[in-house]
């Protein structure tokens, strides 16, 4: 079975410092990997994938992530936080039919 | 170009009541999924329609139904609601044949059992 944890329920920055999310992965074979985010009472938004290729994925609105394969390991990034970056953000890992398994998110509060 | 649209935005339903809940895919997308959020949790995978059939199911009681219809948008039917399936329940799309894409979804439709 596949699965994703998300270890932070949630992660505290100053507006123009790095914002990193992680999220460690758990699969049979190659990982499909996505971040997703959410603003209250609203669906979720993609941001990026992994499939294949590049560690370094870039995504929308400036966040990146990197994918490694050692750690198990798929950690959102973004190198400079702004206030509107304050959501829920949610780690998953598709299976071949494009199940996709959730971690239980971490909420980001971005100070000004 | 339209996203992924969800019927309705909210709904109160009392214990043993029935409810449907409507999405409708994504533009060019012709698969659909449903994910049951309780709050402060991350998205369960309800089930998967594609070509009008049932593909994939996650953990949930036959309670739980759904149907996709020729123009691909679908149904999620809940009969005999328990307090516990208060949630917001969200549909995702995509097109089957782009294997890399990323699922689409809708904003959702917050139930409340009372």
């Known amino acids: 079975a596949q699965s994703v944890a998300q270890p932070e329920d949630q992660v505290n920055v100053a507006e123009g410092n790095p914002l990193t999310v992680k999220c460690t992965y758990s699969?049979?074979?190659?990982?499909?990997l996505f971040w997703y985010v959410q603003y209250p009472n609203r669906g979720l938004q993609f941001l990026l994938k992994?499939?294949?290729?590049?560690?370094l994925v870039k995504g929308s609105y400036g966040f990146e992530a990197e994918f490694n394969k050692s750690q198990t390991s798929f950690h959102l990034k973004k190198p400079s936080a702004l206030v509107s970056d304050s959501a829920l953000y949610f780690c998953a890992v598709r299976d071949n039919d494009y199940k996709l398994s959730f971690g239980a998110g971490t909420t980001v509060t971005v100070r000004a | 170009d339209a996203g992924v649209t969800q019927s309705p935005t909210h709904l109160i339903k009392t214990r043993g009541q029935q409810v449907t809940l409507r999405c409708s895919p994504k533009s060019g997308h012709d698969t659909v999924s449903w994910y049951q959020q309780a709050l402060g949790q991350g998205p369960q995978f309800i089930f998967q329609?594609?070509?009008?059939?049932?593909?994939q199911r996650g953990n949930f009681p036959d309670r739980f139904s759904g149907h996709q219809f020729p123009n691909y948008s679908s149904e999620l039917n809940v009969n005999a609601l328990l307090l516990g399936d208060s949630a917001l329940y969200l549909c995702?799309?995509?097109?089957?044949?782009?294997?890399?894409?990323?699922?689409?979804f809708g904003n959702g439709t917050r139930l409340t059992v009372t």
């Open positions: 329609y594609y070509e009008e059939e049932e593909r």
């Open positions: 995702a799309s995509k097109d089957w044949g782009a294997s890399g894409s990323p699922l689409h």
């Open positions: 992994y499939i294949t290729g590049d560690n």
């Open positions: 699969v049979s074979g190659n990982p499909y």
